[in-house]
Protein backbone atom coordinates (compact mmCIF):
# COMPACT_ATOMS: atom_id res chain seq x y z
CA UNK A 1 0.00 0.00 0.00
CA UNK A 2 1.03 3.66 -0.74
CA UNK A 3 0.48 6.77 0.90
CA UNK A 4 0.87 10.63 0.06
CA UNK A 5 1.31 13.50 2.56
CA UNK A 6 1.52 16.85 1.63
CA UNK A 7 2.93 18.91 4.73
CA UNK A 8 0.80 22.44 3.69
CA UNK A 9 -2.85 22.72 2.79
CA UNK A 10 -2.33 26.13 1.95
CA UNK A 11 0.76 28.12 0.62
CA UNK A 12 0.05 31.77 0.35
CA UNK A 13 3.04 33.82 -1.76
CA UNK A 14 3.51 37.01 -3.57
CA UNK A 15 3.61 37.41 -7.54
CA UNK A 16 7.05 36.77 -8.47
CA UNK A 17 8.50 34.97 -5.44
CA UNK A 18 9.84 30.99 -5.01
CA UNK A 19 7.65 28.25 -4.35
CA UNK A 20 8.51 24.83 -2.69
CA UNK A 21 5.28 22.42 -2.20
CA UNK A 22 6.12 19.40 0.07
CA UNK A 23 5.62 16.12 -0.81
CA UNK A 24 6.53 12.93 1.09
CA UNK A 25 5.48 9.31 0.53
CA UNK A 26 5.41 5.93 1.64
CA UNK A 27 5.61 2.62 -0.58
CA UNK A 28 6.45 -1.30 -0.12
CA UNK A 29 7.27 -1.16 -3.69
CA UNK A 30 8.94 0.97 -6.55
CA UNK A 31 6.48 3.64 -7.41
CA UNK A 32 6.30 6.15 -10.04
CA UNK A 33 5.49 9.93 -8.64
CA UNK A 34 3.19 12.72 -10.14
CA UNK A 35 2.30 16.07 -9.65
CA UNK A 36 -0.94 17.10 -10.67
CA UNK A 37 -2.32 20.91 -10.57
CA UNK A 38 -6.24 21.68 -10.55
CA UNK A 39 -8.16 25.09 -11.61
CA UNK A 40 -10.90 26.51 -9.99
CA UNK A 41 -14.07 24.12 -11.26
CA UNK A 42 -11.66 22.11 -13.94
CA UNK A 43 -10.22 18.59 -13.72
CA UNK A 44 -6.67 17.29 -12.94
CA UNK A 45 -3.77 18.08 -15.79
CA UNK A 46 -0.42 16.66 -15.03
CA UNK A 47 2.25 18.64 -14.16
CA UNK A 48 4.97 16.58 -14.41
CA UNK A 49 6.47 12.79 -13.66
CA UNK A 50 9.08 11.23 -12.11
CA UNK A 51 9.78 7.75 -13.51
CA UNK A 52 13.26 6.93 -13.43
CA UNK A 53 16.63 8.44 -14.48
CA UNK A 54 17.33 11.87 -13.26
CA UNK A 55 16.15 12.97 -10.25
CA UNK A 56 15.40 16.90 -11.26
CA UNK A 57 12.10 16.18 -13.29
CA UNK A 58 11.24 19.60 -15.60
CA UNK A 59 7.74 19.89 -16.03
CA UNK A 60 5.23 22.77 -17.79
CA UNK A 61 4.73 25.88 -16.89
CA UNK A 62 8.33 26.57 -15.17
CA UNK A 63 7.51 23.85 -12.55
CA UNK A 64 10.29 21.11 -11.73
CA UNK A 65 10.51 18.51 -8.73
CA UNK A 66 13.40 16.77 -7.08
CA UNK A 67 12.80 13.30 -5.89
CA UNK A 68 15.08 12.16 -2.81
CA UNK A 69 15.15 8.70 -2.31
CA UNK A 70 16.45 8.24 1.01
CA UNK A 71 14.14 10.86 2.43
CA UNK A 72 11.12 9.69 0.39
CA UNK A 73 10.29 12.93 -0.79
CA UNK A 74 9.07 14.79 -3.89
CA UNK A 75 8.94 18.46 -3.33
CA UNK A 76 7.76 20.88 -6.57
CA UNK A 77 9.38 24.37 -6.76
CA UNK A 78 8.75 26.82 -9.24
CA UNK A 79 11.22 30.35 -8.93
CA UNK A 80 8.81 32.71 -9.67
CA UNK A 81 5.17 32.29 -9.64
CA UNK A 82 2.64 34.14 -11.76
CA UNK A 83 -0.92 34.97 -10.18
CA UNK A 84 -1.86 32.35 -12.81
CA UNK A 85 -0.74 29.83 -10.76
CA UNK A 86 -3.23 30.10 -8.32
CA UNK A 87 -4.57 26.72 -7.65
CA UNK A 88 -4.62 23.18 -6.16
CA UNK A 89 -1.46 21.06 -6.35
CA UNK A 90 -1.63 17.49 -6.01
CA UNK A 91 1.43 15.16 -5.31
CA UNK A 92 -0.04 11.58 -6.25
CA UNK A 93 2.24 8.44 -6.48
CA UNK A 94 1.47 4.90 -8.68
CA UNK A 95 2.27 1.41 -8.44
CA UNK A 96 4.64 0.21 -11.27
CA UNK A 97 2.70 -3.12 -11.57
CA UNK A 98 -0.63 -4.41 -10.87
CA UNK A 99 -3.43 -1.87 -11.31
CA UNK A 100 -1.51 1.28 -11.43
CA UNK A 101 -3.77 3.60 -9.64
CA UNK A 102 -2.92 6.98 -8.41
CA UNK A 103 -2.57 7.38 -4.90
CA UNK A 104 -3.16 11.47 -3.83
CA UNK A 105 -1.82 13.36 -1.25
CA UNK A 106 -4.47 15.72 0.42
CA UNK A 107 -3.29 18.81 -1.97
CA UNK A 108 -2.07 22.07 -1.75
CA UNK A 109 -3.82 25.37 -2.10
CA UNK A 110 -1.27 27.57 -3.59
CA UNK A 111 -2.57 31.81 -3.19
CA UNK A 112 -0.50 33.91 -5.64
CA UNK A 113 -1.22 37.37 -4.47
CA UNK A 114 -0.27 40.27 -6.60
CA UNK B 1 -10.84 13.54 -30.03
CA UNK B 2 -12.85 14.24 -26.92
CA UNK B 3 -10.46 12.22 -24.43
CA UNK B 4 -12.52 11.49 -21.50
CA UNK B 5 -15.76 13.38 -21.08
CA UNK B 6 -17.84 12.37 -18.02
CA UNK B 7 -22.42 12.79 -18.20
CA UNK B 8 -23.93 14.64 -16.06
CA UNK B 9 -21.41 17.63 -14.90
CA UNK B 10 -23.97 18.75 -11.90
CA UNK B 11 -26.84 16.88 -10.40
CA UNK B 12 -29.40 16.89 -7.26
CA UNK B 13 -30.40 13.64 -5.69
CA UNK B 14 -32.77 13.12 -2.85
CA UNK B 15 -31.59 10.34 -0.10
CA UNK B 16 -32.33 7.05 -1.55
CA UNK B 17 -32.50 7.80 -5.32
CA UNK B 18 -30.34 5.84 -7.97
CA UNK B 19 -28.30 7.50 -10.39
CA UNK B 20 -25.83 6.07 -12.99
CA UNK B 21 -22.90 8.49 -13.72
CA UNK B 22 -21.31 7.99 -17.43
CA UNK B 23 -17.45 8.09 -18.58
CA UNK B 24 -16.42 7.65 -22.23
CA UNK B 25 -13.10 7.90 -23.52
CA UNK B 26 -11.87 7.56 -26.98
CA UNK B 27 -8.55 7.62 -26.42
CA UNK B 28 -8.27 3.83 -26.68
CA UNK B 29 -7.61 3.50 -22.49
CA UNK B 30 -7.34 -0.17 -21.38
CA UNK B 31 -7.62 1.34 -17.58
CA UNK B 32 -10.18 3.25 -16.58
CA UNK B 33 -10.41 4.47 -12.72
CA UNK B 34 -13.48 6.49 -10.83
CA UNK B 35 -12.83 8.61 -8.12
CA UNK B 36 -14.14 10.91 -5.54
CA UNK B 37 -13.11 14.38 -4.34
CA UNK B 38 -13.58 15.48 -0.93
CA UNK B 39 -11.97 19.04 0.53
CA UNK B 40 -9.47 18.31 2.34
CA UNK B 41 -8.51 14.51 1.40
CA UNK B 42 -7.51 14.34 -2.12
CA UNK B 43 -9.05 12.13 -4.57
CA UNK B 44 -9.60 8.56 -3.20
CA UNK B 45 -10.42 5.69 -6.02
CA UNK B 46 -13.58 4.21 -5.56
CA UNK B 47 -13.42 1.21 -8.35
CA UNK B 48 -11.16 0.58 -11.21
CA UNK B 49 -10.90 -1.37 -14.38
CA UNK B 50 -8.39 -2.84 -15.92
CA UNK B 51 -10.12 -3.94 -19.35
CA UNK B 52 -13.37 -4.31 -20.91
CA UNK B 53 -15.85 -6.83 -18.92
CA UNK B 54 -13.16 -6.66 -15.75
CA UNK B 55 -13.73 -4.68 -12.48
CA UNK B 56 -12.35 -4.19 -9.04
CA UNK B 57 -13.16 -2.25 -5.95
CA UNK B 58 -10.60 0.40 -4.69
CA UNK B 59 -9.84 2.24 -1.55
CA UNK B 60 -13.82 3.86 -1.07
CA UNK B 61 -16.14 1.14 -3.00
CA UNK B 62 -18.94 0.69 -0.64
CA UNK B 63 -22.50 1.80 -1.90
CA UNK B 64 -21.22 2.00 -5.72
CA UNK B 65 -21.11 -0.17 -8.22
CA UNK B 66 -19.56 -0.37 -11.46
CA UNK B 67 -19.64 -1.78 -15.37
CA UNK B 68 -17.59 -1.83 -18.15
CA UNK B 69 -19.41 -3.56 -20.47
CA UNK B 70 -17.45 -1.74 -23.62
CA UNK B 71 -14.09 -0.56 -23.67
CA UNK B 72 -14.74 2.66 -24.70
CA UNK B 73 -17.15 3.23 -21.48
CA UNK B 74 -16.88 3.20 -17.18
CA UNK B 75 -20.05 3.19 -15.47
CA UNK B 76 -20.42 3.95 -11.88
CA UNK B 77 -24.14 3.44 -10.00
CA UNK B 78 -25.40 4.77 -7.20
CA UNK B 79 -27.95 2.13 -5.54
CA UNK B 80 -29.24 4.15 -2.99
CA UNK B 81 -27.43 7.40 -2.36
CA UNK B 82 -26.73 9.32 1.10
CA UNK B 83 -25.80 12.48 1.76
CA UNK B 84 -21.88 10.57 2.38
CA UNK B 85 -21.91 10.89 -1.35
CA UNK B 86 -22.24 14.42 -1.78
CA UNK B 87 -18.81 14.86 -3.72
CA UNK B 88 -17.41 15.67 -7.13
CA UNK B 89 -16.43 12.45 -9.01
CA UNK B 90 -13.78 12.51 -11.21
CA UNK B 91 -13.24 9.34 -14.13
CA UNK B 92 -9.88 8.57 -15.62
CA UNK B 93 -8.11 6.74 -18.19
CA UNK B 94 -5.12 5.33 -18.84
CA UNK B 95 -3.50 3.52 -21.71
CA UNK B 96 -1.12 0.35 -21.54
CA UNK B 97 2.49 1.01 -21.01
CA UNK B 98 3.97 1.90 -18.06
CA UNK B 99 5.16 5.56 -19.22
CA UNK B 100 1.60 6.33 -19.65
CA UNK B 101 0.01 8.95 -17.86
CA UNK B 102 -3.92 9.48 -16.28
CA UNK B 103 -6.19 11.65 -17.98
CA UNK B 104 -8.98 12.58 -16.27
CA UNK B 105 -12.42 14.17 -16.89
CA UNK B 106 -13.66 17.55 -15.87
CA UNK B 107 -16.10 15.97 -13.40
CA UNK B 108 -19.27 15.54 -11.73
CA UNK B 109 -20.26 17.30 -8.78
CA UNK B 110 -23.07 15.03 -7.33
CA UNK B 111 -25.31 16.83 -4.00
CA UNK B 112 -27.30 14.30 -2.15
CA UNK B 113 -30.35 16.07 0.17
Redesign the interface.
Known sequence: AQS?T?LD?QVPVFEEAPVELRCNYSSSVSVYL?WYVQYP??????LL?Y?SGSTLVKGINGFEAEFNKSQTSFHLRKPSVHISDTAEY?CAV?E?RG?????????TRLQVQP | NAGVTQTPKFRVLKTGQSMTLLCAQDMNHEYMYWYRQDPGMGLRLIHYSVGEGTTAKGEVPDGYNVSRLKKQNFLLGLESAAPSQTSVYFCAGKQQGLNTEAFFGQGTRLTVV
Open positions: VQSFNQGLQLKLFSRRRALTFGSG
